[in-house]
């Protein structure tokens, strides 16, 4: 893809962007904040900048912003301007300090939420004056520079409220008059993102004056008896509309709860939640629309919506505010979902001159890779064994888990919880295990546990075991232990996104040791010993310290795009820019992921 | 208001339009069609202009649409071109003949509705094709240029409609897809028109492809128990929120039965009936929406809306698609409603050359004056009179009623229904009675009966009486009379539409004999005799033949309204056209009103 350079004056600051890019959104790559209070609409007229290099065709938004001199001397909306070849622009010093916060993985956002409150003091009515309760509102408002809808629910109240006083607090979301309250009412301003997650769902509480978040609650996803994965609960959908509207409902109330439950912890209405953003795997936003799935799960894996959505809050079910808006965020693929989306914004990925590979590890692993310049994405069916299943004593990352695992002349496991009894062993303890097991020489590269025998002198030789029906096993406890078949299970995983990564790597041309980080997302991820991720070949072989784990993005990007409607429409964009390779799709999947069963060698890794 | 003239080559046609209206809405006007498909939406690139005054800017649409070659002869699609100075420029011969209509009062219209069905042969989903099943539609949409808004509802249902099949009909209703239906079905394309009168409610049911009228049928508006007019209505809706639900649900009832029975007589499915377009006057559209109308009965008389409003069905409850759309009519003032916008865009009276009065008379008499120039509107206050309210033997114009009266040597009456037998007077009735004693000699200009005494000699001098109370009155028939209280009744409303035409008028500067017509709106219009309106001073002394009952144009003009997009928008236009005057803030109306309760002397309307 073709690159523009555009350099902001006098900064000198320059960034490559593609054709068609706006001087605001490319400063905003740059990091150069752009004053503008509409965040990029083209209606509030703040964010003109002079271009230098040669005439810009002036828009009509300029010609409404800007005096005919102006315009003249080089002036344009930054917002409106796109560029079609390279572009020097001077920037006038900002008229005021935006205001932004750190988020992500180290992001600075500018606070210009979608959800904006202002304070109108309406004329009062007259004969000579006849203009509706909402035109009086709607000619306050576009002086604000904002043009509205207004749906019938609203209308409902309207007149009830102008009744009280001619001082009101009026509530834009987008283009949507969503509140018209008695009074001043700006200190009461809040948004909430959601990461549904097929296992858990995380809630975020967001004041929108100061982005911080007021309360921040998690749960299980309440569609967890209808199956553990995505597949299983397009299974249970499959069984008819009815089961559709079982798992709708089953998620929104997830999602209610957490709502009530953030609320209240921060003594909030939910009449002032304005907005909500929500990323999740498609699957997951399929289902929280009613809308059936089961494209996802059969060749050729279509979905029926992959784009963002914008919708009333009472139209979905989420009990904010029942005229505020839901925001959903767009996927990139079937596989590749908002959650990615939102991974790709909190972490910067796709805006930074830094190669990256960005791995969310789950059933199924999603990885992204690339810089600025391009990015790949892919899915690869993990299957369930970092989540435990498949796994003799395999469980989730709670109470009695063992995370993690030292070998050395004795067995050392860190578990999850207070009374610290081992009860079975979670993704990270799985992949300590093994990679311990590596390091301790004792599992070989293709995969094979030693015997007891052939280990005679280590001194965790005892601890080489086999069960009942004759298959090798390593023992961490007297009960719990790690068979051979554990060891295939992991094998299988682990190939599956060492192959994805290959893949997205070949596609960009890229060697691994090219790679400048690698960042380990989602929950999962947080866990991982990455130096164990490196050994069992999960990961490239990049030295250990350019491998993150950077949490929780998904909800972190979900809480971006709420503070922040230029980070937003960023993210919006990407589904367009980034690549999405189909894994069942690629020729040779099948021999690759074969070669990759394999652990790396120990010099490769040690 | 400054008028610039355009001139159509090679025709020569011109036509003075005001600032800012496109080149394509301005041919419109002057009855030359412009080839469009899109309607003058800016997407189909069909309507094409060559400017030849002077070069024209070329807007980003032109960029999109022409090639730069075209564009520097000066080509401009013409829907984007607004006009900021006189202008020339040449129309080439449209590619089809336009499908085309009368409609309303002798207009031709072009059949373009605001609904679209396209037939789509979407490819099919490959592996490497992993497009969302919403995204193909989108794009095979965006080849015929539309651009599209999806709701929750719709997605539910594409999932299954795609699985059977690859060729679907996709309907658009403005930039909403409403529907996408498995394999062909063009030929089901229907719209539903609703006038909703205070008293009436009128139902259209619209086939799109040929724009006649598949069904009519009419019934009473189900609010009438809570109030003959207006005003009783918004006092039972200030009862309370559960009056204004009572007040809501009943109209729509009404509607709904009406839809049923027009859809059942054209063996139409509601399922294929994707819009509906309603007028009524402003408070029926507030209680139709729920929306508290008593800003509208308390000074100083606002709305809380005006603005046209467009909804899904679902949130209207009207039962067509749900996802289908509502379009209410916008209104011009609290008492000029939307269905008088509609009468204007049926009559074209605010896009003629002709100097024309519109007078809708009910309880309420709406009096729209002037030409594509500069058109003025009011409302009037004129009681229950037409109505039969207030009148001793009043009645509506029902089975029994004295609709036309003729006082020669006998009285000869006119009866509604078949058994001939006079139960009471209607509006029409009251007035050709009143007319014709004017005529007779037995009526004074000051409106006082004559005795029998001083009518001695006259032939109809025994039918001058006397009631219990010494009120004099005129003997119809044994049982009916109308009484010198009737005669003060119709000339208080006679007066008050009087007056208001007088200030419509004088607000113009015209004398009311540069009158090239007087349009008599409403299905009361329809009846009244205009010889005898003129007589008793209703309307203006023009020469009678000027005087003309238009029936019922607000049905008409929502019809046209949904069989062309071109026409609705040039009505959504007329609020902001149309000046609207306030009648209880006009100084002297106190003083012009009892000037007006006279009736004109004979000579003038001899």
Redesign the interface.
Known sequence: MRKLQITYLPSGIAVHVPVGTTLFNAAHWAGLPIDSTCGGRGTCGKCAVRVVSREAEP??ADHRHLAQERIEMGWRLSCRCEVHEDMSCEVPRPMRTPRAATMGVGRLVLLEPNVRKLLLELPE???????????RI?DALAVEGLEID???SL??R???TL?DGVTVTATVVGHHLVAVEAGDTRDRTFGVSFDVGTTTVVATLVDLRSGAAAAVASTINRQAPFGADVIARIGHAMTGPQAIEQLRAAVLETMNDLLDETCAAADVAPAHVYESVVVGNATMLHLL????P??IAL?????????P?D?RAA??GLEILPEGRVALFPSI??YVGADIVADVLATGLARGEKLRLLIDVGTNGEIVCGSAERVVATAAPAGPAFEGGQILHGMRATEGAIEGVVLGDQVRLQVIGSDREPRGICGSGLIDTVAQLRLAGLLKENGILLSGEEATGHPLADRLVEDADGVRAFALTRDIVLSQLDIRELQSAKAAIATGIQVALDALGLAPEQLDEVLLAGSFGTYINPESARVVGLVPSVPVERIRAVGNTASEGAKMALVSFREREMAFGFPAFIE?V?L??VADFNERFIRNLAFPALEAVG
């Open positions: 828009t009509p009515p007259a004969l000579e004056d006849h203009r509706s309760h909402l035109e709607r207004v749906g019938p209308l409902r309207l007149a009830a009744a629309l009613g809308v059936d089961r494209s060749s050729p894996f279509v979905a029926t919506f992959l784009e959505q919708l139209d979905v693929g079937a999405y189909e069942s799709g």
